[in-house]
Antibody
Framework: QLQLQESGPGLVKPSETLSLTCTVS??????????WGWIRQPPGKGLEWIGD???????YHNPSLKSRVTISVDTSKNQLSLKLSSVTATDTAIYYC??????????????WGQGTLVTVSS | EIVLTQSPGTLSLSPGERATLSCRAS???????LAWYQQKPGQAPRLLIY???SRATGIPDRFSGSGSGTDFTLTISRLEPEDFAVYYC?????????FGQGTKVEIK
């Protein structure tokens, strides 16, 4: 059974870089059928897609965050990572990693991690 | 960017009643590339519907999706206690993938 598990610091200072890792188990991140992405949710608010990555390194990004976002993949560890630079309080959110299909008809998110809360505060 | 607007913001219903949730897109979502998710407090979203009308694996048949173009609907035929949650639509027609702001289905 596929499992995604986010990990990383729960508290980040303003202007610093948020770094998270998602470990995939029960499936290969190198599958040609899937992209792996990050989605966030500020407390009590809705969902915002951050970006996706393919095992080859090909990425899609949300333009609203693109200049601050780096998404990478480590196929040897079956992990993907997120770095968000120059954070402010508005970046406080639950960060989810999720899997979506690679074909156009399957680009919905069919598997999600449990999420990790990151608070930006000094 | 395709903006999705969900209505109503909150739906107050009793168990056994029918729930009808709307999702309207700012431009046509081609090929009905629209999904619905359910989120309960403290949990990650769960995929319910994809392709506007196809149920995901393990989703009960009381959940159904319909629509095309710019107007989509999620219907829960008879609400069970476990269905009270927040529901989001999401389009995957064009990047950036976007979500609606959510509809909360609460117990009346």
């Amino acid at each position: 059974q596929l499992q995604l598990q986010e990990s990383g610091p729960g508290l980040v200072k303003p202007s610093e870089t948020l770094s998270l890792t998602c470990t995939v188990s029960g499936g290969s991140i190198s599958s040609s059928f899937y992209y792996w992405g990050w989605i966030r949710q500020p407390p009590g608010k809705g969902l915002e897609w951050i970006g996706d990555i393919y095992y080859s390194g090909s990425t899609y990004h949300n333009p609203s965050l693109k200049s601050r976002v780096t998404i990478s993949v480590d196929t040897s560890k079956n992990q993907l990572s997120l770095k968000l630079s120059s954070v402010t309080a508005t970046d406080t959110a639950i960060y989810y990693c999720a899997r979506r299909g690679s074909s156009s008809s399957r680009r919905y998110f069919d598997s999600w991690g449990q999420g990790t809360l990151v608070t930006v505060s000094s | 960017e395709i903006v999705l607007t969900q209505s109503p913001g909150t739906l107050s219903l009793s168990p056994g009643e029918r729930a009808t949730l709307s999702c309207r897109a700012s431009q046509s979502v081609t090929s009905s590339y629209l999904a619905w998710y359910q989120q309960k407090p403290g949990q990650a979203p769960r995929l319910l519907i994809y392709g506007a009308s196809s149920r995901a694996t393990g989703i009960p048949d009381r959940f159904s999706g319909s629509g095309s173009g710019t107007d989509f609907t999620l219907t829960i035929s008879r609400l069970e206690p476990e269905d009270f949650a927040v529901y989001y639509c999401q389009q995957y027609d064009s990047s950036p993938w976007t979500f609606g702001q959510g509809t909360k289905v609460e117990i009346k």
